[in-house]
């Protein structure tokens, strides 16, 4: 129908059995739809110092510019909403 959506794939489960596959991540990035960060692991950022925040998310963009080859990943959604 031409709609296109964004998606937030938590990059760390991204092949594993009953998740999104990297194949199936690399044809929604080339059929037009947006990728954003969702973390490698699924933390809850608001809870975790300042490091882990910094490898969730800086890993998770890397991953997801790997797998698609988009250039940089700007946008992402934090796991559970939290926030600080």
Do not use: C
């Not at 991540?25 to 947006?34: F, K, P, S, T, V």
């Not at 950022?45 to 969730?56: D, T, Y």
């Amino acid at each position: 129908a031409g709609v296109r959506a964004t998606f937030y794939p938590t990059s760390g489960w991204l092949d594993r059995p009953g998740f999104l596959s990297s194949l199936q991540l690399r044809r929604l990035a080339g059929a037009g739809h947006e990728i954003g960060g969702h973390t490698v692991t699924h933390p809850n950022l608001a809870a975790a110092n300042r490091s882990k925040q910094l490898v969730e998310l800086v890993g998770a963009r890397l991953q997801l510019e790997a797998v698609t080859g988009l250039g940089t990943i700007t946008g992402m959604a934090s796991p559970y909403g939290a926030y600080d």
